[in-house]
């Protein structure tokens, strides 16, 4: 039982590299999405897709880029890391898009140190 | 707008106290409320939901009634334990939100033997 899976867990970045997280899941939903948890801040949502080919953009978007690259995959890019983006990520998938009351499913996260 | 206002923590409580976490929530449309649990290291899980008013959700002896005379839908538990620990979030979806969910700021919840 996958549910989402996400790769790395880990990871340390210097200013300015770029890298991809990815995030898979197995439920066959419709919708995912990205978020960032910082310290007293909850979860913030970056992007969301809320069916295979299409992405919208969250509350903090700047500095990310997202490919939904088919039902079970959506990932997150890094272009050019800055220490600010130092946070626990996030991805998340539920069943329906626009209008949903079905809850997220989320994996265990992707550890952030941009130095 | 959609937001969610959750009680501050830290919350630390002795094993068998009385929880409550208060969450309150500004909405257009109809939405559905959730509580969702963290536990160190982990993502978060669904712990309970409550689709529309006067609706309780329950699971693993916590609960929570969607009031919307009150714009609220708190948790409790009657007798917390050890195992409890973690962080609450509590967050507000469906109706007019296009599918995402507004997260409050969560609460850590700390249970001593």
């Known amino acids: 039982n996958a549910g989402v899976t996400q790769t790395p867990k880990f990871q340390v970045l210097k200013t300015g590299q770029s890298m991809t997280l990815q995030c898979a899941q197995d439920?066959?939903?419709?919708?995912m999405y990205w978020y960032r948890q910082d310290p007293g801040m909850g979860l913030r949502l970056i992007y969301y897709s809320a069916s295979e080919g299409t992405t919208d953009k969250g509350e903090v978007p700047n500095g990310y880029n997202v490919s939904r690259l088919n039902k079970r995959e959506f990932s997150l890019r890094l272009e050019s890391a800055a220490p600010s983006q130092t946070s626990v990520y996030f991805c998340?998938?539920?069943?329906?898009?626009?209008?949903?009351?079905?809850?997220?499913?989320f994996g265990d996260g992707t550890r952030l140190s941009i130095l | 707008g959609n937001s969610v206002t959750q009680m501050e923590g830290p919350v630390t409580l002795s094993e068998e106290a009385f929880l409550t976490i208060n969450c309150t929530y500004t909405?257009?449309?109809?939405?559905?409320l959730f509580w969702y649990v963290q536990y160190p290291g982990e993502g978060l899980q669904l712990l309970l939901k409550a689709t529309k008013a006067d609706d309780k959700g329950s699971n693993k002896g916590f609960e929570a009634t969607y009031r919307k005379e009150t714009t609220s839908f708190h948790l409790e538990k009657g007798s917390v334990q050890v195992s409890d620990s973690a962080v609450y979030f509590c967050?507000?979806?469906?109706?007019?939100?296009?599918?995402?969910?507004?997260f409050g700021r969560g609460t850590q919840l700390t249970v001593w033997p």
């Open positions: 909405a257009t449309g109809y939405p559905s």
């Open positions: 439920m066959n939903h419709n919708s």
């Open positions: 998340a998938s539920s069943e329906m898009g626009r209008g949903a009351n079905q809850p997220q499913h």
């Open positions: 967050a507000l979806g469906g109706g007019s939100t296009l599918g995402r969910l507004y």
